[in-house]
């Protein structure tokens, strides 16, 4: 079965701390994952996906197969990054082309000044 | 045009109305869904539709009924539901992943249902 586990439902850091956001998914085929940001009164938006390899708002996420893991880091946490963040794997047991998006149960990032 | 548009933002609902839902996306997309979010909860996947057929129901109970008229629009029909149906549904839409490249999601405001 599918499933994505964040550990963490509450973490709290100081500005310029470092964060790790973790996210662990078990999954038998070869999983798409991404990482999802719901700021305060905002739509859930894509902050990351492991295919691109990108950084976005200085956050990265690397794709670890052989700890099935996939944990969002900052070097320096900033005020405004406080939200809830979830990690989703996209799988394609279902055969077709649109594929059941699933989603950990979130993590609250609240960073204080 | 990246926005995924729903409408209403809130709705209040009696146990014996009837409503709906709608969502619209113009990007083109032909695969959309729809999730029910709890407060402080994940968004929980309902309905998926590609190409305008029905693909994936998640167990949904039948006073949801979803609805993809065309490849633009989707609607989700309520009818007689329960006050613990009470939500945050939210619409997103992406493109098909046959086709390889960007497959995310785009997800709207959501619509804020009350049923009472």
């Known amino acids: 079965a599918q499933r994505v586990t964040q550990p963490e439902k509450l973490l709290s850091v100081f500005k310029g701390a470092p964060v790790e956001l973790k996210c662990n998914y078990s999954?038998?085929?070869?999983?798409?994952l991404f990482w999802y940001v719901q700021y305060s009164r905002q739509r859930l938006q894509l902050l990351l996906r492991h295919i691109s390899r990108e950084s976005i708002k200085g956050f990265t996420a690397d794709l670890n197969k052989g700890e099935t893991s996939f944990h969002l880091k900052k070097p320096f946490a900033q005020e405004e990054d406080s939200a809830m963040y979830y990690c989703?794997?996209?799988?394609?047991?279902?055969?077709?082309?649109?594929?059941?998006?699933?989603f950990g149960t979130g993590t609250l990032l609240a960073v204080q000044p | 045009d990246t926005e995924v548009t729903q409408t209403p933002k809130h709705l209040v609902m009696g146990m014996t109305n009837k409503k709906s839902l709608k969502c619209e996306q113009h990007?083109?997309?032909?695969?959309m869904y729809w999730y029910k979010q709890k407060a402080k909860k994940p968004p929980e996947l309902m309905f998926v539709y590609s190409y305008e057929k029905l693909s994936i129901n998640e167990s949904v109970p039948s006073r949801f009924s979803p609805e993809c008229p065309n490849s633009s629009l989707l609607n989700l029909h309520l009818h007689a539901l329960q006050p613990e149906d009470s939500a945050l549904y939210l619409c997103a839409s992406s493109q098909d992943r046959r086709f390889g490249g960007n497959t995310e999601a785009f997800f709207g405001q959501g619509t804020r249902l009350t049923v009472v």
């Open positions: 989703a794997l996209r799988s394609s047991n279902y055969g077709g082309a649109t594929n059941k998006l699933i």
């Open positions: 999954y038998s085929g070869s999983p798409e």
């Open positions: 990007m083109g997309h032909r695969a």
